[in-house]
Every structure is written in C-alpha cells, then in structure tokens.
C-alpha cells in the first residue's frame, strides 16, 4: 500500500518565487473514483481547481478556488444528491514546529489562512485541494423527499420537537 495520496500534485518550493505562479489541476477519472471513495461519495464528476502559489522564505502561500460537482448519499432516503460546489481557498504551508520546542497558541482570526505543515522540498496542492473539498461538502445531506419521508415516518420537524414545539401543543391542549 502506497502513501501517495489519490490526487497528488506535488509543487518543488524552490521554483516559486513572490511572485504568485498560476496552476490549474484537474482530477482524472480514477482519481476521482478514489476520492469518491475515500469521502464516501455516491460520485464525484468533476474536480478542477485555479490556484496561484507563491513563497516568503519557507512558507508556501496558496490562494484560490476549486470546483466540484459531486454526489452525496441522502441521510434519511439514500438517494443520491447532486450538488456542485465552488469553494474559494486560502492556505499556508510551512515546515513543523521543531519537535522539544514549546507549543505557542496562537488564535486565528476567521479571515486568517489554513496552515498545512509539509516536510521536504514539495508542496502537495492536490492534497490540499481535495482535503478542501471534503470540508466544503454537506455533512447531512437531504434529498428533495425527505422532509416527507421523515413526516410519514412520524419523525417530528425541528420546529416541533424543539421547546417552542412543546409549547405551542401545550397551547393546543389547553384550548376549550
């Protein structure tokens, strides 16, 4: 078993420049049957993404944005759901910490990149952008059907079952 992630591109640090150098990368076929896979997707029909990497001494800058059209298994029907995806991107690599160094914690702010550590001379931008893709994608997705899928299985909506739900059948049942 290799190591090699399913959609690897790897970028040498010491052909960037301050410079911003533009790439565009887009997944084949079966490294799209892999990462569908591996994000446990019903299909994954396109991934590209338009990235500009540039580099301040040891540190890899990569702004840009990918574009996906997947398919997610339903929570609740498991019927197959499609939905395309445009995910803009802003990340950092740098090397690890020294190991015996004292951890600093330090807060980022919502606006601040991603870091993403890398040992040796390359940078892995597909990683990178498919690691961003399973960030962007729906934790719960629903199909079409399956609020009334749930309602005719007698599963009450939130608005039902939260406090306020309580309440209001509360109301109800206190009415002459």
Known sequence: MTDQPEF?????????????????????EGEKRALARRFDLAGLDRLTAEVALSRSEETVTAQG???????????VTG???ETEIAEPFALSFRPPP??????EEVELAEAEMDVIFF????VDIGEAVAQTLSLALDPYPRAPIAEAVL???????????G???ALAALRDKMKP
């Open 98 to 103: 020294e190991p015996g160094a004292a951890e």
């Open 8 to 28: 690897s591109r790897p970028v040498r640090i010491d052909s960037l420049s301050e410079a911003p150098r533009r790439i565009a990368i887009e997944a084949d």
């Open 163 to 165: 406090p306020f739900g």
């Open 65 to 75: 944005s990918l574009s996906a059209a997947v398919a997610q298994s339903c929570v």
């Open 151 to 161: 309602r005719d299985a007698g599963v009450k909506s939130e608005e039902e079952a």
């Open 119 to 122: 040992e040796g001379g390359n």
């Open 79 to 81: 019927e197959a759901v």
